[in-house]
Every structure is written in C-alpha cells, then in structure tokens.
C-alpha cells in the first residue's frame, strides 16, 4: 500500500458531517497523485470475507462518457466531470482463481454490491476531504445492458453505478436526513412514528423549496420512486451475467 500522506486531507468527522453531492464541476482536472490517493482509499476499504470483487472503471473516452451519460438521463455532469468512474461487482476474477466457483447465488451478488458500496464512499470521502466533490449515479441502470456494454463487461460482472469526481463549481445546501432516533433503535426493531415522518416532512418541504421551488417532500419522493415497476431489466441482466440465479 502507497499512502499519499503528503496530500492535504481534512480531518474524518468534518469531511462526513460536510458531504453534499456535487453535481456542477470547474474544468479542472485532478493531479495523477489525487487520483491515485482516493483509488488507494478505496482499496483499504473492508471487504465481505475478503473477496474484493469490485473493479472501477475510470472512463476517459469522450465518446463512451456521451454515451454512458445518455444511458444517465443526459445527466449532463456524468459528461463534464473531471472524473467519471463506473463500480462494477466483479467475479471474473473469483473463476480464474477458482474454474468451478459458485458465483451464481444471491449472497454473491449482496457480498459484491456492498463491497462496492463501502469501497465507493471510501473513495469519495477521501475526494471529499481534498476539497473535491462528486456524486453517485444509479442511472447507469436506467438501460444496465447497454452500459454493460459500453463498458464492454464479461460475464460475472454488473456495472453497479458511476461516481462523478471534479472541482466543485456550486455550494448546495445540506439535504435533511430522517432524524437519528427513527433510524436507531435498542435491541429491537422500532416502527416509524407516524408524528415524526410528518415533522420530517414537513421540514422537507420546506428544504426543497428554497432549493428549487419544488413541491416534495420525503413521502411524496416514496411515492415517485415506488410507484411503478423498478427498473425490472435488472433481474433478467443479472441472470444473462450468471449472477442471482439461486
Ligand atoms: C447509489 C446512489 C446512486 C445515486 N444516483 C444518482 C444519480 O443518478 N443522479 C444524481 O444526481 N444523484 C444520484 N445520487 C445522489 C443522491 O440523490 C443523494 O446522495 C441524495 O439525494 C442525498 O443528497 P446529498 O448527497 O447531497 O446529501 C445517488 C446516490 C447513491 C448513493
């Protein structure tokens, strides 16, 4: 392991406490160091029983950044950030290691998204503390088989969602979380409070407001997002990758 200690890194609790996605960038690139020093942050992250099956993709052809940015919705960042990088659960190299690996059960494929997850963030909490920005992008899975095969992906693999990283270029305002006391409970699991999910609305509300003149809040967002099928291509990809088939 090569640590970038010479690198100026803010202190952990701040840089966590002051995360907003960033999703307008200066045209400034980052140095190699800078790129080098978040990927090796990523690359100490914990890993579910040490299998490291991730790879990340930094995407620096023009034509494949167009390409996986209409895949995106036309989230126009996905092409103007400094960096574009797709995490993608990865097995193929489990077969080589091991020819008759079972790769092909449900438990793979949690092991390999929450791998990629923790090692995700670990990378953007080090840009973060650079002074950097960025932000996920699970659209790529709006058309999963097409960014599949942009990204020309094996058997094994899946392209779980890009990371946008660059020089931020705007200061958003904090998103409000659910309160801490709805998302712990002692010993035992706790409903939600139906007077706190209004409070919290209500605080949402006003937050999208300021920021863009929506009309949102927390309950409303549910709704949108599960108020249809779920991006059901994602099941029947899996499969044609050999993966979740058990
Ligand atoms: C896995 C994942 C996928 C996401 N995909 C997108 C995306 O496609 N486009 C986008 O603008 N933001 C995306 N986001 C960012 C979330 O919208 C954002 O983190 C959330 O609204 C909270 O806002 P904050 O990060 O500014 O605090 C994604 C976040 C995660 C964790």
């Given at each position: 392991?090569?640590?970038?200690?010479?690198?100026?890194?803010?202190?952990?609790?701040?840089?966590?406490?002051?995360?907003?996605?960033?999703?307008?960038?200066?045209?400034?690139?980052?140095?190699?160091?800078?790129?080098?020093?978040?990927?090796?942050?990523?690359?100490?992250?914990?890993?579910?029983?040490?299998?490291?099956?991730?790879?990340?993709?930094?995407?620096?052809?023009?034509?494949?950044?167009?390409?996986?940015?209409?895949?995106?919705?036309?989230?126009?960042?996905?092409?103007?950030?400094?960096?574009?990088?797709?995490?993608?659960?990865?097995?193929?190299?489990?077969?080589?290691?091991?020819?008759?690996?079972?790769?092909?059960?449900?438990?793979?494929?949690?092991?390999?998204?929450?791998?990629?997850?923790?090692?995700?963030?670990?990378?953007?909490?080090?840009?973060?503390?650079?002074?950097?920005?960025?932000?996920?992008i699970g659209s790529l899975r709006n058309n999963v088989a097409r960014a599949a095969e942009i990204l020309a992906l094996p058997p094994l693999t899946f392209p779980l969602f890009g990371m946008c990283i660059g020089h931020p270029a705007q200061d958003p305002m904090y998103r409000p979380r659910l309160p801490l006391e709805t998302l712990v409970s002692e010993n035992r699991y706790k409903a939600l409070d139906a007077a706190k999910l209004s409070a919290y609305d209500e605080q949402l509300t006003a937050y999208y407001k300021e920021r863009s003149g929506l009309d949102l809040n927390w309950s409303k967002a549910v709704t949108n997002n599960f108020s249809q099928p779920l991006r059901p291509q994602i099941l029947p990809f899996l499969h044609q990758q050999g993966l979740a088939k058990r």
């Open positions: 392991m090569s640590y970038h200690t010479n690198l100026k890194s803010e202190a952990t609790l701040p840089t966590i406490y002051r995360h907003r996605s960033i999703r307008k960038f200066t045209e400034e690139a980052l140095t190699d160091e800078q790129r080098e020093a978040i990927w090796e942050a990523g690359r100490a992250a914990s890993s579910s029983s040490f299998m490291q099956s991730t790879q990340i993709i930094r995407v620096t052809d023009v034509e494949k950044r167009a390409a996986l940015c209409e895949v995106a919705a036309n989230q126009k960042y996905v092409r103007t950030a400094a960096e574009f990088w797709v995490f993608c659960i990865d097995y193929t190299k489990h077969k080589q290691a091991f020819p008759e690996a079972q790769l092909d059960w449900t438990e793979g494929l949690i092991l390999g998204a929450v791998d990629a997850g923790i090692m995700a963030q670990n990378c953007l909490l080090a840009a973060e503390s650079m002074g950097l920005g960025g932000v996920y």
